[in-house]
């Protein structure tokens, strides 16, 4: 089953964000940046129209949040400056108003005095915290690797009594609000992945990288629990592990390799902006999402079962993989 429906991007910068427009509030926002630095990676804009800067957008990437003077007109969640007699522009995507003395009447929205620091930061953190529990938490099974070594196609095993793509769909669909499988189109027919949601790569050639990529494309505002197909140690404990540390300031949450002490990037969840890391890093030839992991702002746990996230890459080690598995000798 292909999935074509592509999603618009819901936040102009990250997001976790949070703009104030109507009059200049350096003295604001410099407060709220010194009060939330205690606790976050802060970022600040202040002219949104410098949006198309690359300098700027990669150094947002690993803030927690940002903070933006102006963008009146964007997409951004908004608060809103406003006189006395209520009088306003039609602003889309007000979170609340900002009045100097005394707050006018019948509006439809929270207001706050414009020096009422500790009350307007509590309503911006309450507005990230729901904004987390909205954002909507979607698997990629990964299922388009060419198998070269394996000599076949490592999501058609079986060492469950079930082939691995049915395996680790069973572990995902009851943690997260869909399941999808990345693959390429030449495969939607096979016999293991027909019957799934499928996203299929717009990123040839380009591995890992290429099918989260391709997921984020089509939904640009939800994190993605990305699995790899080749993992018949993977248990809904671990996946439930991941899920309960997760961190959605960070560009992303992975288990840490206890032997090896890196990243493991094939069982992680990825936040929306990490899209724009992979991105690029793609665009200077680094495809590899591990290097990217290694080189952002992460949230690395240890693995409470160590043999989860051993993947097996050879007919040899099928076998014996298999018949230990089959017979419940692990």
Known sequence: MTTRKVKRREFLFHRYEIAFTGLNHSTLVTKLYDIFSNDFKVGYVRDFSKRSDPLIEANLLDKDIVLIEGSKNSQAKKFVFIDEKGEQEEIKNVLAYLYREQAPKDLALPA??????????????????????????NALILGGGRSSRMMSDKGALNYHGLNQIDFIHSLLKEQVSEVYVSCREDQSELEHLKNHKQIHDRYIEFGPTGGILSASAMDPNSSWLVVACDLPFLTSETIADLIKRHNPFKVATCFENPEKKWPEPLCTIYTPKAAQRLAQYLSIGKPCPRKVLFNSEVELLNLPDERALDNINTPSEFKATQSRLLEGVL
Do not use: A, G, M, R
């Not at 620091?117 to 309503?123: A, M």
């Open 112 to 137: 706050f005095q414009v020096d009422d620091i500790d009350s307007i930061s509590k309503c911006i953190l309450e507005y990230f915290s729901n904004l987390h529990l909205e954002t909507p938490l």
